[in-house]
């Protein structure tokens, strides 16, 4: 179990952190990085124990760059992970509730999304306000966090921002796509569609609850969303 646990669950990035690079000093920033994961067995053990998924050491992509690899469970709090589907952003999600009207966006237009944030075991870290509380979640300690407005197909100068930097992450951004109006979807979170930036949202406004999802954003989470409405892109006069 702690063999396992190597891959590290916790601060192994700091808030807004980018991983080693390949370059330059590489070898040694890899090998602190590896020696701080290796502290952190014991934490990853117990995190196994709660049903938290672990990862398997970092590996480079096609630039050289470091970024971790999250073991995709068969199970979790709901069920099979195989129930899920593969969304038009090509991201795994499972319909909760089939929304209806016109599906979720035309190029320029925002999505108006309430959400939650759940770990493997069920475990909610935090939720909006405007989220559906589950039973014993009524009272749910500190203030919630916001509903989230944003652009899924952004345009930028009436072009898409393909691969831009997003204010939001990429897991929700591409997840609610084709979705319709009050439909609610679970989507399945990687490591790499979630938090690569410090300030991305989803974020919850407690600090309690946003250092508990920082000790777990290199896990696998699950994200609920609640597509309220969208707002038609404007109209060029």
């Given at each position: 179990?702690?063999?396992?646990?190597?891959?590290?669950?916790?601060?192994?990035?700091?808030?807004?952190?980018?991983?080693?690079?390949?370059?330059?000093?590489?070898?040694?920033?890899?090998?602190?990085?590896?020696?701080?994961?290796?502290?952190?067995?014991?934490?990853?053990?117990?995190?196994?124990?709660?049903?938290?998924?672990?990862?398997?050491?970092?590996?480079?992509?096609?630039?050289?760059?470091?970024?971790?690899?999250?073991?995709?469970?068969?199970?979790?709090?709901?069920?099979?992970?195989?129930?899920?589907?593969?969304?038009?952003?090509?991201?795994?999600?499972?319909?909760?509730?089939?929304?209806?009207?016109?599906?979720?966006?035309?190029?320029?237009?925002?999505?108006?999304?309430?959400?939650?944030?759940?770990?493997?075991?069920?475990?909610?870290?935090?939720?909006?306000?405007?989220?559906?509380?589950?039973?014993?979640?009524?009272?749910?300690?500190?203030?919630?966090?916001?509903?989230?407005?944003?652009?899924?197909?952004?345009?930028?100068?009436?072009?898409?921002?393909?691969?831009?930097?997003?204010?939001?992450?990429?897991?929700?951004?591409?997840?609610?796509?084709?979705?319709?109006?009050?439909?609610?979807?679970r989507i399945l979170?990687?490591?790499k569609l979630g938090?690569?930036?410090?300030?991305?949202?989803?974020?919850?406004?407690?600090?309690?609850?946003?250092?508990?999802?920082?000790?777990?954003?290199?896990?696998?989470?699950?994200?609920?969303?609640?597509?309220?409405?969208?707002?038609?892109?404007?109209?060029?006069?």
């Amino acid at each position: 179990l702690a063999a396992a646990a190597l891959g590290g669950v916790g601060r192994a990035f700091g808030a807004g952190e980018p991983p080693p690079s390949a370059g330059g000093g590489a070898s040694e920033a890899l090998a602190e990085r590896l020696s701080r994961r290796q502290t952190l067995a014991l934490n990853g053990a117990v995190a196994a124990g709660l049903g938290i998924s672990l990862l398997l050491p970092e590996r480079a992509d096609a630039g050289g760059n470091f970024e971790p690899v999250a073991v995709v469970p068969t199970t979790y709090f709901g069920g099979n992970v195989s129930d899920f589907s593969e969304s038009e952003g090509g991201i795994r999600v499972l319909e909760l509730r089939e929304g209806q009207g016109e599906s979720c966006c035309a190029e320029g237009a925002e999505a108006l999304v309430e959400w939650s944030i759940r770990l493997r075991n069920g475990l909610t870290i935090d939720a909006s306000a405007g989220f559906p509380r589950r039973s014993g979640e009524a009272d749910m300690a500190g203030t919630p966090g916001p509903a989230l407005r944003f652009a899924a197909r952004p345009l930028v100068y009436g072009i898409r921002g393909v691969g831009m930097r997003s204010d939001i992450i990429e897991a929700v951004r591409e997840g609610v796509l084709g979705m319709r109006p009050n439909g609610v979807r679970r989507i399945l979170t990687l490591p790499k569609l979630g938090w690569r930036y410090a300030d991305q949202q989803p974020m919850p406004a407690d600090e309690d609850r946003r250092s508990m999802l920082v000790d777990n954003k290199l896990s696998v989470l699950f994200i609920e969303v609640k597509l309220v409405g969208v707002q038609p892109p404007p109209v060029d006069t």
